[in-house]
Every structure is written in structure tokens, then in C-alpha cells.
């Protein structure tokens, strides 16, 4: 009975479950994610070679549907051991999220996060169909990132949308993949001037650079040509300390006028 209980888990039926149960569903950029992995049994002790909690989401490509996954992060929760037939087992775990993880935003349509972050957990099991678990995060914007996003704001634009893509031209991370928020001017003295500003958020620790794109509102008999050409696109980064982002809001604000004004007199 021994021997068929092996065959039977080998191929899945009867395998120990596992289970990941975070502490809570929200988290900020940056924060501790708290949780535990259970394991419990199956018909058969079995080895477990790892856990591996890896920390996921989606980014896509510009002028494309394609989307690629990719990790943010990867933690290695335990050292090999065995789980007893039938045996009940929590592991518990904790990890820093890190701070280039993507903010999730509740799409009203589907109410789903976009993009999606969630925790894959991939079980080894020697001899064994290795089982895995999902669970869905949403991730909120630290202070920083919230500061400038207003700071933009405060300026006459208007936030139109948030995504995840592949790494633009220009762009010095390690990833594959950046957030870019897009804003169009709504009101004041770049209403007619500007068609929007697209603005990539790089925090570390201590400094946080911000990638921008200034794309002016073409006018006259070419502004077609020169729109399809990106001609009227100028890009450029700044780097502020986090403490600086945080405390003077305003200093971010004037910033950002001066720079859309020098782009304005090219």
C-alpha cells in the first residue's frame, strides 16, 4: 500500500497542498510583506526540497497587446525537510517589497489590479508533481511617489493614466520593465501648449529620479509630419533626495514649470 501511495503522489493525486497566507492583501512600495506557507500532507511522506515565495507582475510593450510576466523578487522561505503523511505544517516568512514595484490600480470594468502583482508559491517535491499556490496583492504608492504625482498636479495637469511597459530608449534601470504616468494639462497657462507629460518614478532609499517626456502641441501646416516623427517630444531626467520630495512639495512643483518652460522656448 506504501509503494501505490508513492505512485499516486508522484503523479499528483494525493501530493501534499500548500497554501500561502499573507498577512494582509494591501501593501505600500517598500513595506514588509508578512505570511506563512502551510504544507500539509499527503498519502505519503514526501521531501521538500524548497519553498520559493516569487513576487510577480505584468508589463506590456507600447503600440502592442503583447504582455510579458515578469519577477520583482524572489525569497527562498526553508531549508529541505519532510512532511509527514497527513502532517499540518506553517512556515513563516517575511520579505521587503521592493520600492520599484509596480502600483496596482482597480480597473472599474473588470475590478481587477492593473497591472496584476501577485505572490507565485512553487513547491519542490522530490519525486513529485511540484504544486504551487497564487495569491493577488495591491500595491499603494509611497510618499515620495505620491508627492510628485501631486506636485504635477498642482500645476495644471490632470493624472489620465498609469501602466507597465518595457523599458523605453533612455531609461537606466535593471529591470525589464517601468511604471510611466501620463498626465495632459487641464487647466492654466500650459492647456494649449502641451499635448501631455509622461513621467517614469525611479526610488531608491535615498534619491529618487524622475524620467520625463514633454510632448508640445504641434501647430501649423507640418505639426502632422512632425508629430509622426516624435519631433515635438522632449525628454530629459532630474534627481531630487527623498527627504527634499517629502518636505518641500512646492520646490518639485517649480521644478517641473521650469523645465516645461525651457522646453517651451526651444
Same mark, same amino acid.
Given at each position: ?12 493525486v ?6 500561502t497566507?499573507?498577512?494582509? %492583501? ?23 526540497? /524548497? ?12 503600440? /502592442?497587446?503583447?504582455?510579458? /510576466? ?8 526553508n ?43 512553487d513547491v519542490?517535491?522530490? $519525486? ?5 499556490d ?18 504635477i ?32 494639462? /487641464? ?10 507629460l ?9 534619491e529618487?529620479?524622475i ?5 508640445k ?16 517630444? $522632449? ?14 512639495? %512646492?520646490?518639485?512643483?517649480?521644478k ?11
Amino acid at each position: 500500500m506504501s509503494l501505490i501511495n508513492k505512485i499516486i503522489a508522484s503523479v499528483g493525486v494525493g501530493s501534499a497542498k500548500v497554501n500561502t497566507k499573507l498577512s494582509k %492583501s494591501y501593501y505600500t512600495q517598500g513595506e514588509i510583506l508578512e505570511g506563512v506557507v502551510e504544507i500539509v500532507g499527503g498519502v505519503t511522506d514526501q521531501k521538500i526540497q /524548497s519553498i520559493q515565495l516569487n513576487l510577480m507582475t505584468l508589463y506590456g510593450y507600447e503600440d /502592442s497587446d503583447r504582455l510579458s /510576466s515578469a519577477v520583482v523578487s524572489t525569497y527562498m522561505v526553508n531549508n529541505p525537510f519532510t512532511i509527514n503523511s497527513g502532517e499540518r505544517k506553517e512556515i513563516p516568512f517575511s520579505f521587503r517589497i521592493p520600492l520599484d514595484t509596480p502600483i496596482t490600480m482597480r480597473d472599474p470594468e473588470t475590478n481587477q489590479n492593473v497591472p496584476p502583482v501577485w505572490i507565485d508559491t512553487d513547491v519542490n517535491i522530490q $519525486h513529485a508533481v511540484d504544486p504551487s499556490d497564487k495569491d493577488y496583492l495591491s500595491i499603494e504608492p509611497t510618499e515620495v511617489h505620491e508627492n510628485i504625482v501631486d506636485a504635477i498636479k498642482i500645476i495644471g495637469f490632470k493624472f489620465r493614466q498609469m501602466e507597465s511597459q518595457k523599458v523605453p530608449f533612455g531609461i537606466n534601470v535593471k529591470r525589464a520593465f517601468v511604471q510611466q504616468y501620463e498626465f495632459v494639462p /487641464s487647466f492654466g497657462k500650459y492647456l494649449n501648449k502641451l499635448d501631455e507629460l509622461e513621467v517614469y518614478i525611479i526610488q531608491d532609499d535615498e534619491e529618487t529620479t524622475i524620467y520625463f517626456e514633454v510632448d508640445k502641441k504641434s501647430k501649423g501646416a507640418f505639426s502632422s509630419i512632425v508629430e509622426k516623427l516624435n519631433l515635438d517630444e $522632449h525628454r530629459g531626467s532630474v534627481t531630487f533626495k527623498n527627504e527634499e520630495i517629502i518636505n518641500n512639495r %512646492s520646490f518639485i512643483s517649480n521644478k517641473f514649470e521650469q523645465i516645461i518652460e525651457d522646453v517651451l522656448a526651444l
